[in-house]
Antibody, heavy 115, light 107 residues
Framework: QVQLQQSGTELVKPASSVKISCKAS????????MHWIRQQPGNGLEWIGW????????KYNQKFDGKATLTADKSSSTAYMQLSSLTSEDSAVYFC????????WGQGVMVTVSS | DIQMTQSPSSLPASLGDRVTITCRAS??????LRWFQQKPGKSPRLMIY???NLAAGVPSRFSGSRSGSDYSLTISSLESEDMADYYC?????????FGSGTKLEIK
């Protein structure tokens, strides 16, 4: 069965970076887009961007240009998102979601930015 | 960017009610519209794709429709397990954009 297993909760300091992961199983990782979505506390959903693991192509929401970097490791079927220059505004839950349908989602990673 | 205006933001309803949530697109998005359900502390769940297609495993009391630039999610007879937040998403054009959400709660 399809599963997206995300890494654990992160507590990070302002101005630092964090890299979170999304390990895929149960389907062909290289043939499906992987989307990343942010949900700030008490707020709605924002699309960050996608990566196509088959060729590494990416597309970002301009709002997250320079903030998020998406990569993928085909050998381990894992997608990654690195967030840089963190501020309190980046405190949120981050989800990965599969493909054009968004039919499978990871469980989410809570990132808290605090000194 | 395409704006998705979702209404209402909050919807008190009784069990057995027929309820409708609407998203209006600021530009043509064709049928590139999905609906998601999200319960507290959980990941969103795909309910409807292609504006009108029921996702796998979704109860038949859920349906999606389109009238011009207005997209609706309807629950024909509300059950307690349907109490959740609902979001629309347009995927016609980057950046993909979500509606602001509707909190469906018991009256």
């Amino acid at each position: 069965q399809v599963q997206l297993q995300q890494s654990g909760t992160e507590l990070v300091k302002p101005a630092s970076s964090v890299k979170i992961s999304c390990k895929a199983s149960g389907y062909t990782f290289t043939s499906n887009y992987m989307h990343w979505i942010r949900q700030q506390p008490g707020n709605g959903l924002e699309w960050i961007g996608w990566i196509y693991p088959g060729n590494g192509n990416t597309k970002y929401n301009q709002k997250f240009d320079g903030k998020a970097t998406l990569t993928a490791d085909k050998s381990s079927s894992t997608a990654y998102m690195q967030l840089s220059s963190l501020t309190s505004e980046d405190s949120a839950v981050y989800f990965c979601a599969r493909g054009s349908l968004f039919d499978y989602w990871g469980q989410g990673v809570m990132v808290t930015v605090s000194s | 960017d395409i704006q998705m205006t979702q209404s209402p933001s909050s919807l008190p309803a009784s069990l057995g009610d027929r309820v409708t949530i609407t998203c209006r697109a600021s530009q043509d998005i064709g049928n590139y519209l999905r609906w998601f359900q999200q319960k507290p502390g959980k990941s969103p769940r795909l309910m409807i794709y292609g504006a009108t297609n029921l996702a796998a495993g979704v109860p038949s009391r859920f349906s999606g429709s389109r009238s011009g630039s207005d997209y609706s999610l309807t629950i024909s007879s509300l059950e307690s397990e349907d109490m959740a937040d609902y979001y629309c998403l347009q995927s016609k054009e980057s950046p993909l954009t979500f509606g602001s959400g509707t909190k469906l709660e018991i009256k």
